[in-house]
């Protein structure tokens, strides 16, 4: 692409820290670091460790930047990836949380909580290798077992079916909702939050077709709740298991550059790894990718045909059922934390760069929990989600702010508790501050001693219009 | 009719091959590659719709396509390995071929030094390949005139871009071993590949029948 005297390489700052951009740390890497083995690994192309640098500015772990004013101050930074989530966008995530949770209940789905961390050596049961180089682990100071933050609901979902839910009748409906942390992305890419808000659904205790269509139709109402009609994209692990496994790659090393040259379609580097794999590059597309993929996998496994023949039947279920949805396949797609055994999807919305929806069958998860049976599943990335809805609209305003000098004065008083018996969102100010407060509060009226009469008035807020962060029309 | 998608291209030489290519497969992008200092433009098309092209450096065209800024791309292999992009590239353009390889002084061999020191335009790849093979190399991060640094003692040896060799000739350097090929790819944004699936699943089967036409044409003559 560019030649060594091009000038137009310059230094991208964002790439900075690399494994080795010292002699100190190059030799922590090494010695110190349990990824050292994996950078080990590489044939062929280069690629760099999958759980390499996170891509990140390079002061994002310092103190500051040495020669400028230390203006932030090291007494409120934050480590990277994770942030606050002030007013308004507190707000929107919790109405996410809630409709979401409404619309699993409307279905039969019932609440669990699960703990933040849980014994490394259980969860990884669930999760398997892949998940390893994503997941914030630490020790517990009381009793030295390894811990980790939770990097997923389901695994611990299934923990929780095996430890309490083994007698209760079949299917199993139960819903989640909070927040996850992973410490990178499992596959090495950029990963801009670590700290990610999800809510989502387990049907434990079948196989039958119904149980996946139900999923699918909780994850779209639960999104046309919110405002959204997702594009679903369909995938299966049936299809690239039983080739990796039975063909090409002979060892586990290539089988996982296989795994992440399919993950980003990587045509060139699949063809040094597993050449057998590179057909399922372009079977993406809408419905005629089945029948293509029927004639160019003609020789693949009878599981491969059984895979493809699940999803046709899966769409026509679908179709039958959300004639308006849309579907698009993906027989090549290849990332998830890894206990996907049959369809999975991931649903994509205008104005969201990657999946807000994931989801899919692991018929063997509760297996490593000594309760083996089958069961699908689904995330819906509502923090995404909330965040797209701020930049879309403006906070709806509603509510009254009650000013007044003397905030004792027994008729205030009286009105303010008359008004929250009511339901009304109402805040009591001082009377000079009253204005200001209701406008970037977003309150439509301020009730105040009336200046004509001996009782109170009413007098509405003026809605700014223009440059106002989070106030303006009422949109509820 | 249909919704404008935006395109993100890398702006100098390869941009007239893009141009060229996509020009093939039915995506007339006009004159967008004469020099200007317009950086967006319009494009309209008979087959494909609307278009509007952001003419970037081509090291950003990949996080403008992660983002979902742009719907789809073209960047170059090294820097998809170097950014670690979280992009699809389904397809390989096979313009803008060139590999990243290592280079030193002639009679200097960086595998024999202990703890090399490595000058690059690419700390990820050249820490990683060093890693890979046992040797922790330290990483010296430059934006351009890499040759000059084992000439004067900066580093022991380079990472770099390689195209006809000339430049390190030039300077008294010789290429050693290729760490990988080099060539445009065609990325795509992940959502924008789903919701738009129609249109861009046309655009890469109209670029690879221009790809194999092409091909056809070299055997031929």
Redesign the interface.
């Known amino acids: 692409m560019t030649t060594p005297d091009d000038p137009r390489n310059a230094r991208d700052p964002s790439r900075a820290e690399t494994p080795a951009s010292t002699s100190v740390s190059a030799s922590a890497s090494v010695s110190g670091s349990p990824n050292a083995g994996a950078a080990t690994s590489h044939v062929g192309p280069a690629r760099p460790a999958a759980s390499g640098p996170l891509a990140r500015p390079n002061l994002a772990g310092s103190a500051g930047i040495a020669g400028l004013p230390d203006r932030s101050g090291s007494a409120v930074r934050l480590p990277f990836g994770v942030a606050d989530h002030l007013p308004p966008e507190a707000k929107a995530l919790r109405d996410h949380a809630e409709t979401t949770s409404r619309i699993f209940e409307l279905y039969g789905y019932d609440r669990v909580i699960t703990p933040l961390f849980e014994l490394n050596d259980v969860l990884d049961r669930g999760l398997g290798a892949a998940a390893r180089p994503s997941v914030f682990r630490f020790v517990d100071p009381a009793t030295g077992d390894v811990v980790v933050l939770r990097p997923d609901f389901t695994a611990q979902i299934a923990r929780l079916v095996a430890a309490h839910l083994v007698e209760r009748p079949r299917p199993l409906r139960l819903y989640y909702e909070g927040r996850v942390a992973r410490a990178a992305d499992p596959l090495g890419h950029g990963l801009l939050t670590r700290e990610l808000f999800q809510a989502g659904i387990e049907l434990i205790g079948t196989s039958e077709p119904w149980a996946d269509l139900e999923v699918l139709s909780v994850g779209l109402a639960s999104l046309s709740a919110l405002g959204h009609a997702p594009t679903i994209d369909l995938c299966h692990a049936g299809i690239v298991d039983p080739l990796i496994d039975g063909g090409a790659p002979h060892n586990q090393r290539l089988a996982k550059q296989a795994r992440e040259a399919l993950a980003v379609k990587d045509p060139v580097w699949l063809q040094t790894v597993a050449p057998a794999l590179v057909p399922l590059i372009d079977l993406y597309g809408q419905r005629e990718v089945l029948t293509r993929a029927r004639r160019e996998l003609r020789a693949a496994p009878k599981l491969v045909h059984q895979a493809i023949d699940e999803l046709d039947s899966l769409a026509d279920l679908l179709e039958a059922k959300h004639p308006t949805v849309r579907l698009t396949f993906d027989l090549g797609e290849q990332r998830n934390l890894g206990y996907y055994t049959g369809f999975f999807f991931h649903g994509y919305i205008e104005g969201a760069s990657d999946a807000v929806m994931v989801g899919g069958r692991y018929d063997h998860l509760l297996e490593q929990f000594q309760t083996p049976e089958p069961a699908v599943g689904l995330a819906i990335d509502i923090g995404t989600l909330a965040g797209r809805v701020l930049r879309a609209w403006p906070r709806a305003r509603s509510g009254v702010v009650m000013a007044e000098r003397d905030l004792r004065r027994p008729e205030m008083v009286e009105e303010t508790a008359r008004r929250r018996a009511t339901g009304e969102r109402t805040a009591v100010v001082a009377a000079d501050d009253a204005e200001q407060y209701a406008r970037i509060n977003g309150f439509l009226s301020i009730c105040r001693k009336s200046t004509t009469s001996s009782g109170l008035e009413e007098i509405p807020v003026i809605d700014p219009t223009g440059d106002e962060p989070h106030v303006a029309t009422d949109v509820g | 009719m249909r919704e404008v998608l935006r395109i993100g291209l890398?702006?100098?030489r390869?941009l007239a091959e893009t141009c060229s290519l996509f020009g093939e497969a039915g995506l007339d992008l006009g004159d967008i590659e004469k020099p200007t200092r317009r950086l967006i433009h319009e494009v309209e098309t008979l087959q494909f719709g609307r278009f509007e092209v952001l003419i970037l450096?081509?090291?950003d065209v990949p996080a403008y396509v992660?983002?979902?800024v742009c719907a789809f791309g073209v960047?170059?292999?090294?820097?998809?390995?170097?950014?670690?992009?979280?992009?699809?590239?389904?397809?390989?353009l096979a313009f803008?071929r060139?590999r990243v390889a290592i280079a030193h002084r002639v009679g200097v061999d960086p595998w024999r030094i202990e703890?090399p020191r490595i000058a690059t335009?690419f700390?990820?790849?050249?820490?990683?390949?060093?890693?890979?093979?046992?040797t922790?190399?330290?990483?010296v991060?430059?934006?351009?005139?890499?040759?000059i640094a084992p000439l004067v003692g900066l580093a022991d040896a380079i990472v770099?871009?390689?195209?006809t060799g000339e430049?390190?000739r030039k300077n008294g350097l010789t290429e050693g071993e290729t760490?990988?090929?080099?060539?445009?790819?065609l990325i795509f944004?992940?959502?924008s590949?789903?919701?738009h699936?129609?249109r861009l699943?046309g655009i890469q089967e109209a670029l690879v029948g221009a790809l194999a036409a092409r091909s056809g044409g070299q055997t031929s003559s």
């Open positions: 890398p702006k100098g390869v450096r081509a090291k992660e983002h979902g960047a170059g292999y090294d820097t998809l390995v170097e950014q670690r992009p979280n992009v699809l590239q389904p397809l390989d803008g060139c703890k335009k700390p990820r790849i050249a820490g990683d390949y060093f890693l890979s093979r046992g922790p190399a330290q990483i991060e430059l934006s351009g005139a890499i040759e770099d871009i390689v195209e430049t390190l760490i990988f090929e080099v060539s445009a790819r944004n992940r959502a590949l789903r919701l699936m129609d699943r």
